[in-house]
């Protein structure tokens, strides 16, 4: 399931009278102000034409000061050398091969400098964009050089090029330009981005595609949508249309969604939770809902005996599968309701037959939601798709277990039954941290969370610390534990408006992609890495 900004970079620029001076320098060589149009929210795909009279900018600007460049998040190594560093001036353009794959991360540096694009070759001034098959570090590892009033980005991958692009335009903002020398920059972890609730609480596809941006100018590449729970269901469906509700988004809405996100190197994993969390599905078939031996319904929860339960959602997942076309798709899991009570054998009789009849004798209700999640990832396979789950489906002590291939989506430890990460860890599952201890944002702040704090990610928070606030033993590397998400549900829908989530957010999405690009402890304090991300963002 932070406080905002509340800051520009330019009313931090007007502080002083050298700021004031720098904002007004850059204004002139081509840098845009906060208030000024980005043209780069043209999110077409299509490069720009070059500047048919692009001249080389004049020698003799001021040299950078040499040093790290400051960026969110920190540059990982950087090797300075002596000499004038860049800075964007007039004339100077980004050069790629227009008709090349690179063309639109040129266009769009172009656009945010306010400079042209040119073919090779490159001429003192510009920044030459490459791919370079076979450089170390992977596909978004970079390496920056900035020599003789000249940049050149290369990377194996064009989402490294990008990241070296996002690196330029912060270097810019907070100093001017990029000092003379090398970075060489990679994230430690895979997965880095957010989770949205968009079920309980509508967000359109304006506000979902600004916070793309903002997640991209931070270098964080998944989104992950939990579209359907039991108070809506907001994709538009072709299949089921009785259970979408009156505010969802259209799928013409998505896919230009997903071509934004695509061009800013962003994975967008989409959710649909079962069996419970599943309300919305049943209001418009009650006879799907499961109820206990009293007669009592549960709510949100589907009855896994009952083969249309099954049949609907995998209608659902064949659907939506082809819609994204990112590799994960989530099963949620989680918070199946049969399994609070107490006993759940003897309280729901009809689901414990099924289980010992499939199963065995000695099988229980656990074991027959297993075997549902199992069923369902191999539905997924069939798509194409690597199924991820909430840590609350995967139980231990049945006749059967999860597949091991279905990543654990770890976020609390404070459910009933809810096991200790590290034996996720030791049973050699792939475990994403989502831990609510930190990265919980739960609109109205029910059930003693309370919105987390970019200060205590940024301070206290690394993708070892799973589970409360300790790390498990001995730290989790990136193969076991591939990066994690900042998560926004909205249980109480209008505690905030979408703003205000989006200005809630801002900090801790910010510490997020520093912990999360470099798992070390920052060495930035951290007033001066929100003065920092005020100044870039």
């Not at 998040?73 to 000499?83: I, K, M, N």
């Not at 939601?369 to 995967?394: C, E, H, I, Q």
């Not at 279905?406 to 039954?417: A, D, M, Q």
């Amino acid at each position: 399931m932070g406080p905002p900004f509340g800051i520009t970079r330019a009313s931090v620029a007007r502080g002083t009278v050298a700021g004031a001076a720098l904002l007004a320098t850059m204004t002139i060589m081509g840098c845009p102000r906060d208030g000024a149009p980005h043209a780069a929210r043209d999110d077409s795909r299509s490069p720009q034409a070059s500047p048919s009279s692009a001249t080389h900018p004049a020698p003799g600007q001021a040299p950078v000061v040499q040093g790290t460049p400051r960026t969110v998040p920190a540059l990982r190594s950087t090797t300075p050398a002596a000499g004038p560093g860049w800075r964007p001036a007039p004339g100077a353009r980004v050069v790629t091969d227009p008709a090349g794959p690179l063309a639109d991360e040129a266009r769009r540096l172009a656009d945010e400098l306010k400079l042209g694009t040119a073919p090779a070759p490159a001429h003192p001034g510009d920044i030459e964009l490459a791919l370079r098959p076979g450089q170390s570090g992977g596909p978004e590892a970079y390496e920056l050089t900035t020599r003789d009033r000249q940049v050149l980005i290369t990377s194996e991958g064009e989402a490294g090029v990008f990241y070296g692009t996002r690196t330029v335009l912060q270097a810019v903002r907070s100093g001017g330009g990029l000092p003379e020398g090398v970075v060489h920059d990679a994230p430690d972890r895979a997965q880095r981005g957010l989770n949205l609730d968009t079920a309980r609480k509508h967000f359109t596809a304006a506000w979902i595609e600004d916070r793309l941006r903002e997640m991209a100018d931070l270098k964080l590449n998944q989104l992950a949508l939990h579209f359907s729970d039991d108070q809506g269901f907001r994709i538009e469906s072709d299949t089921h249309p009785e259970i979408v509700s009156p505010d969802h988004l259209t799928k013409d809405e998505v896919r230009h969604i997903l071509a934004l996100a695509d061009s800013l190197h962003i994975t967008v994993v989409p959710e649909l939770d079962s069996p419970g969390h599943l309300g919305a599905v049943i209001n418009a078939h009650p006879d799907l809902q499961l109820r206990d031996a009293t007669g009592t319904a549960l709510r949100g929860a589907v009855d896994i005996a009952n083969p249309d339960s099954a049949d609907i959602v995998d209608d659902l997942l064949r659907e939506y599968a082809p819609l994204f076309p990112g590799p994960y798709f989530h099963l949620g899991a989680d918070e199946y309701r049969a399994l609070t009570y107490k006993d759940p054998e003897s309280s729901f009789p009809a689901l414990t037959e099924l289980a010992r009849r499939r199963y065995g004798p000695k099988a229980r209700v656990q074991d027959l939601a297993t075997g549902w999640l199992n069923d369902r990832a191999a539905v997924l396979r069939t798509l194409g798709k690597k199924p991820k789950a909430w840590n609350d489906g995967f139980f231990t002590g049945g006749v059967i277990s999860a597949d091991k291939d279905i990543e654990v989506e770890y976020w609390t430890g404070k459910e009933l039954g809810a096991r200790d990460p590290q034996e996720y860890l030791n049973e050699g599952r792939t475990v994403v941290n989502l831990n609510d201890e930190y990265l919980y944002y739960v609109l109205g702040q029910p059930n003693q969370f309370t919105y987390p704090t970019g200060q205590r990610i940024y301070e206290e928070w690394s993708p070892s610390v799973l589970r409360a606030t300790k790390p498990v033993e001995g730290g989790a590397t990136a193969v076991r534990v591939p990066g994690g998400r900042l998560a926004v549900w909205c249980d109480r829908a209008d505690a905030q408006s979408p703003q205000q989530v989006a200005d809630g957010i801002r900090l801790p999405l910010a510490a997020l992609s520093q912990r999360l690009w470099d798992a070390g402890r920052p060495s930035l304090p951290w007033k001066d890495f929100v003065s920092l991300s005020q100044r870039v963002h």
